[in-house]
C-alpha cells in the first residue's frame, strides 16, 4: 500500500465546477505539498502546509494532522486547471513520498 | 518560467551512450534534487544535494552520476543505460532543505 493515497484518480468537471481532490497519508509528517503537473511534464508547487489551511487566487489547501487528511479545492474551475495534482509528504527522513496524483480534465 | 531550467528537453540514446543532464537554478537556492518520474507511477526521489554536498541517495544505480559543482548547478550523467530507464527525469530546488521546491520543466529521457 502507497503511503500517499489521492482520490479521484481521475476527475471530469464542467467550468465553473467546485473542485475537491484528496490525499489521505499513513506516516507522521512535518509538511505536506500539493504539486501541478501539466502534460509536457513541468511541475509548479502549489502550496506546502504543515498545519490549517492556504489559499492562493482559485486554490484552497487544507490540511488535518490528526485526520491524515489534506484536500486540494479549486473554485470556479477553468479549462486552463487541467492538469495532474500531485499530493507529497514529508516525513520524519525529510524525503519526499509522492502519491499517484490526480488527473483533472475541466471542459468548457 | 520557474527559475530552474533544464537542458534538453528531450534525449534519446543508446544503452552504449555517455550523456549528461543539465539543472540551472537562477533563484539563490542551496538545495537541489533529481526526481524520476516513469511511466504511470507515483515520482521518486534520485539525490538531494544541500550546500553542494550530496546528503541524499536512494539506493540509485550507479548508472547514474550526479555533480554538484556550484549551487546553481546540478548535472545527471548517464552511462550504459537500460531501457527501463526511459523516463521523465526532473530537477528542482529549494532555498534550505524542507521548504517549497521549485522543479524545471524536466528532460524525457528514451533509452532504447
Known amino acids: 500500500k502507497n503511503e500517499v493515497e489521492q482520490s479521484p484518480q481521475n476527475l471530469t468537471a464542467q467550468e465553473g465546477e467546485f473542485i475537491t481532490i484528496n490525499c489521505s497519508y499513513s506516516?507522521?509528517?512535518?509538511?505536506l505539498h500539493w504539486l501541478q503537473q501539466h502534460p509536457g511534464g513541468g511541475i509548479v508547487s502549489l502550496f506546502m502546509?504543515?498545519?490549517g489551511k492556504k489559499k492562493h487566487g482559485r486554490l484552497i489547501a487544507t490540511i488535518n494532522i490528526q485526520e491524515k487528511h489534506s484536500s486540494l479545492h479549486i473554485t470556479a474551475s477553468h479549462p486552463r486547471d487541467s492538469a495532474v495534482y500531485i499530493c507529497?509528504?514529508?516525513?520524519?527522513?525529510?524525503?519526499?513520498?509522492f502519491g499517484k496524483g490526480t488527473k483533472l480534465t475541466v471542459n468548457p | 518560467e520557474t527559475g530552474v531550467t533544464q537542458t534538453p528537453r528531450h534525449l534519446v540514446m543508446g544503452m552504449t551512450n555517455k550523456k549528461s543532464l543539465k539543472c540551472e537554478q537562477h533563484?539563490?537556492?542551496?538545495?537541489m534534487y533529481w526526481y524520476k518520474q516513469s511511466a504511470k507511477k507515483p515520482l521518486e526521489l534520485m539525490f538531494v544535494?544541500?550546500?553542494?554536498?550530496?546528503?541524499e541517495n536512494n539506493s540509485v544505480p550507479s548508472r547514474f552520476s550526479p555533480e554538484c559543482p556550484n549551487s546553481s548547478h546540478l548535472f545527471l550523467h548517464l552511462h550504459t543505460l537500460q531501457p527501463e530507464d526511459s523516463a521523465l527525469y526532473l530537477c528542482?530546488?529549494?532555498?534550505?532543505?524542507?521548504?517549497?521546491?521549485?522543479f524545471g520543466a524536466g528532460t524525457r529521457l528514451s533509452v532504447l
Open positions: 528542482a530546488s529549494s532555498q534550505d532543505r524542507g521548504t517549497l521546491q521549485y
Open positions: 506516516v507522521g509528517i512535518s509538511a
Open positions: 502546509l504543515s498545519s
Open positions: 507529497a509528504v514529508k516525513g520524519g527522513s525529510e524525503k519526499l513520498v
Open positions: 533563484l539563490g537556492h542551496n538545495a
Open positions: 544535494y544541500s550546500l553542494e554536498e550530496r546528503v
